[in-house]
């Protein structure tokens, strides 16, 4: 029986670092993930994503691995071409509650990790939160939507929903957007995005507001803002005690239209394995029929999935007001 565990493990880690191989260490590349066994396209690793951030790897688990096996994946990836030397490589241990053990969630297994990690998107600069955290505060599947903002926010003015470390907004801003409201519950997360404004020059004429409020108490302080070009919504999709999708996503979209004017663009996001693009657009149909579909956007080709109704949904719209 042991025998056909090592076997097993053997072969799991072989297989990954085959899928590897052929990755592209140079630093200075836009942040992306190498692989995605949350995806569920590769049998026996559903449970680890490797994600590279320029100066280092980021292996990501949701179960325990030995820490032998961690060392024969990093021997490996030497072995094949893991370049250069100071490439830090760390794993992070999400299968561990938050709070516990949380200063060693994450682990260096290689190098040095930097001393403030960041990630590269289009020349734009995104703080990481390494710190025991269930997640970096950058989500990497969100990119399509980001690329979507930029392409229409020059002189807009645009309502982030859910903004949480404002990544949208940077983007946006840094396409020549006028102004980006960003309201999100967690001051600090709205502390981490104000630092990302700040690290790629969008300082306090940059035309960003930060609205530290639960969006379902703050609808008449956001009317003060009101007329937004386009809107952003990207919610959590179970956060007991703020939002549960199911429940309040149609409560959203009842008060939206007042915010809008007409002709506006709006991102309708979903990250939830469980609920469909048809459940979505169902219930943007019930709770505003006079929003116009436009189009799914196209999610980032190395986030792939066995089924795309798994995948992060984001969905345009037209406020026809």
Same mark, same amino acid.
């Given at each position: 029986?042991?025998?056909?565990? @090592?076997?097993?493990?053997? @072969?799991?880690?072989?297989?990954?670092?085959? @899928?590897?191989?052929?990755?592209?260490?140079?630093?200075? *590349?836009?942040?992306?993930?190498?692989?995605?066994?949350?995806?569920? %396209?590769?049998? /026996?690793?559903?449970?680890?994503?490797?994600?590279?951030?320029?100066?280092?790897?980021?292996? @990501?688990?949701?179960?325990?691995?030995? $820490?032998?096996? #961690?060392?024969?994946?990093?021997?490996?990836?030497?072995?094949?071409? #893991?370049?250069?030397?100071?490439? %830090?490589?760390?794993?992070?241990?999400?299968?561990?509650?938050?709070?516990?053990?949380?200063?060693?969630?994450?682990?260096?297994?290689?190098? *040095?990790?930097?001393?403030?990690?960041?990630?590269?998107?289009?020349?734009?600069?995104?703080?990481?939160?390494?710190?025991?955290? $269930?997640?970096?505060?950058?989500?990497?599947?969100?990119?399509?939507?980001?690329?979507?903002?930029?392409?229409?926010?020059?002189? *807009?003015?645009?309502?982030?929903?859910?903004?949480?470390? %404002?990544?949208?907004?940077?983007?946006?801003?840094?396409?020549?957007?006028?102004?980006?409201?960003?309201?999100?519950?967690? *001051?600090?997360?709205?502390?981490?995005? $104000?630092?990302?404004?700040?690290?790629?020059?969008?300082?306090?004429?940059?035309?960003?507001?930060?609205?530290?409020?639960?969006?379902?108490?703050?609808?008449?302080? #956001?009317?003060?803002? /009101?007329?937004?070009?386009?809107?952003?919504?990207?919610?959590?999709?179970?956060?007991?005690?703020?939002?549960?999708?199911?429940?309040?996503?149609?409560?959203?979209?009842?008060?939206?239209?007042?915010?809008?004017?007409?002709?506006?663009?709006?991102?309708?996001?979903?990250?939830?394995?469980?609920?469909?693009?048809?459940?979505?657009?169902?219930?943007?149909?019930?709770?505003?029929?006079?929003?116009?579909?436009?189009?799914?956007?196209?999610?980032?080709?190395?986030?792939?999935?066995?089924?795309?109704?798994?995948?992060?949904?984001?969905?345009?719209?037209?406020? $026809?007001?």
């Amino acid at each position: 029986m042991v025998d056909e565990i @090592t076997a097993d493990v053997n @072969t799991t880690l072989e297989r990954l670092l085959i @899928t590897l191989g052929d990755a592209d260490w140079a630093e200075g *590349k836009d942040a992306r993930r190498l692989f995605h066994g949350r995806g569920q %396209c590769y049998p /026996g690793l559903e449970w680890i994503n490797v994600d590279h951030y320029g100066e280092f790897l980021l292996i @990501t688990l949701y179960r325990q691995a030995e $820490q032998d096996w #961690l060392q024969a994946l990093v021997n490996g990836l030497e072995g094949r071409g #893991l370049r250069p030397e100071s490439l %830090c490589v760390a794993v992070q241990h999400r299968y561990k509650h938050p709070g516990i053990n949380s200063s060693s969630s994450v682990e260096v297994l290689r190098g *040095k990790l930097p001393e403030k990690p960041y990630a590269i998107e289009n020349g734009l600069s995104f703080e990481l939160n390494l710190s025991g955290q $269930q997640n970096t505060g950058f989500f990497l599947d969100m990119a399509p939507g980001r690329h979507w903002l930029a392409e229409r926010a020059a002189g *807009k003015r645009i309502l982030n929903l859910f903004s949480y470390t %404002c990544s949208f907004s940077v983007a946006a801003l840094g396409a020549g957007a006028k102004q980006v409201v960003n309201l999100d519950m967690s *001051k600090a997360a709205l502390a981490q995005g $104000q630092r990302n404004h700040q690290r790629n020059g969008l300082g306090l004429a940059s035309g960003a507001i930060y609205l530290p409020h639960n969006l379902f108490k703050a609808w008449k302080r #956001l009317s003060r803002y /009101g007329g937004f070009d386009a809107c952003i919504i990207d919610p959590p999709s179970r956060q007991p005690g703020s939002f549960v999708a199911e429940r309040d996503y149609g409560r959203v979209l009842t008060q939206l239209p007042e915010l809008l004017i007409s002709g506006a663009d709006v991102l309708v996001c979903l990250n939830a394995p469980g609920l469909s693009e048809v459940w979505l657009r169902d219930l943007v149909r019930e709770y505003w029929p006079r929003a116009e579909y436009i189009a799914r956007l196209r999610n980032r080709e190395d986030f792939p999935e066995s089924d795309p109704e798994r995948n992060l949904k984001m969905l345009h719209y037209c406020w $026809q007001g």
